[in-house]
């Protein structure tokens, strides 16, 4: 058993509102500095920058996630976490068909690059990211679940786009496995009031825009990870995030 420390929420400079400082390099390199071992990068509506990210992780021996914050029909942001760079890829996809196709305009959101693996830009996102998808919270739960992956409401703790603000609650449907907080702070809190959220899973993100947004070292989650792989690593963390950690193991802490 090792506690792997996280940050399951992180944007790139794909990500609008992502600084152009972001590219997949410099935060596997400032992940790495902060001493992160489990790494998510989860772009607005888009994984596009996971393979690239995929890439440099290796390179500071980084366990990666690929993943990406959908943003619902409801206006709800969803974190969506794959077990392969391949699962997320086929969910971009996916996604790009549900997107509504307005042009960007980089001079008021900023530019939404896609990098490669040496961090050089391929290419540029010509269609706006942060707007809602068509996809409800229920077809964003089912889809990911196709794919082999998790699904769970991002931030409930922010009023920006979080569940709570926008349902008024965390609802028992879709049955969500795990939710995400800002503020490790405000769990008692949360837990307290949302009796459906009582027992499960809590992901502290740092949601970082930022290089220096981005988690030091304050959020862990114990992976039995022998014998050892990325593969397994990713595997053992998305079924403990769907509650299928077998009892007495994985439970968090940080």
Same mark, same amino acid.
């Given at each position: #058993?090792?506690?792997?420390?996280?940050?399951?929420?992180?944007?790139?400079?794909?990500?609008?509102?992502?600084?152009?400082?972001?590219?997949?390099?410099?935060?596997?390199? #400032?992940?790495?500095? $902060?001493?992160? #071992?489990?790494?998510?990068?989860?772009?607005?509506?888009? %994984?596009? /920058?996971?393979?690239?990210?995929?890439?440099?992780? =290796?390179?500071? !021996?980084? @366990?990666? +996630?690929?993943?990406?914050?959908?943003?619902?029909?409801?206006?709800?942001?969803?974190?969506?976490?794959?077990?392969?760079?391949?699962?997320? #890829?086929?969910?971009?996809?996916?996604?790009?068909?549900?997107?509504? =196709?307005?042009? /960007?305009?980089?001079?008021?959101?900023?530019?939404?690059?896609?990098?490669?693996? $040496?961090?050089?830009?391929?290419?540029?996102?010509?269609?706006?990211?942060?707007?809602?998808?068509?996809?409800?919270?229920?077809?964003?739960?089912?889809? +990911?679940?196709?794919?082999?992956? @998790?699904?769970?409401?991002?931030?409930?703790?922010?009023?920006? /786009?979080?569940?709570?603000?926008?349902?008024? &609650?965390?609802?028992?449907?879709?049955?969500?496995?795990?939710?995400?907080? $800002?503020?490790? *702070?405000?769990?008692?809190?949360?837990?307290? =009031?949302?009796?459906?959220?009582? *027992?499960?899973?809590?992901? @502290?993100?740092?949601?970082?825009?930022?290089?220096?947004?981005?988690?030091? !070292?304050?959020?862990?989650?114990?992976?039995?990870?022998?014998?050892? %792989? %990325?593969?397994?690593?990713? /595997?053992?963390?998305?079924?403990?995030?769907?509650?299928? &950690?077998?009892?007495? =193991?994985?439970?968090?802490?940080?």
């Amino acid at each position: #058993m090792t506690d792997y420390v996280c940050d399951l929420h992180i944007h790139s400079c794909l990500s609008p509102c992502g600084d152009e400082d972001m590219t997949p390099g410099n935060i596997a390199g #400032m992940a790495s500095l $902060n001493g992160l #071992m489990l790494v998510a990068l989860t772009d607005h509506n888009t %994984s596009k /920058n996971c393979p690239a990210f995929f890439s440099q992780a =290796k390179q500071y !021996g980084i @366990v990666p +996630v690929a993943g990406m914050e959908l943003t619902t029909a409801e206006d709800i942001h969803v974190i969506c976490l794959f077990r392969t760079l391949e699962d997320a #890829m086929a969910f971009d996809e996916f996604v790009d068909g549900h997107r509504p =196709k307005i042009r /960007n305009k980089p001079d008021i959101f900023g530019h939404q690059y896609v990098r490669d693996e $040496n961090d050089e830009i391929v290419s540029e996102e010509k269609y706006l990211l942060i707007n809602a998808s068509d996809l409800t919270l229920e077809d964003a739960y089912r889809e +990911v679940l196709a794919r082999g992956g @998790v699904a769970y409401p991002a931030h409930i703790d922010r009023p920006a /786009n979080g569940i709570v603000e926008i349902l008024g &609650t965390v609802p028992e449907s879709p049955p969500f496995t795990a939710f995400e907080l $800002n503020d490790g *702070n405000n769990e008692a809190e949360y837990r307290e =009031k949302y009796p459906v959220i009582r *027992n499960l899973p809590r992901v @502290v993100s740092s949601d970082a825009h930022y290089l220096w947004n981005i988690s030091e !070292g304050g959020f862990s989650i114990p992976l039995d990870d022998e014998p050892y %792989s %990325s593969a397994l690593v990713r /595997n053992r963390l998305i079924d403990y995030l769907l509650g299928r &950690t077998p009892p007495g =193991k994985g439970e968090d802490h940080g």
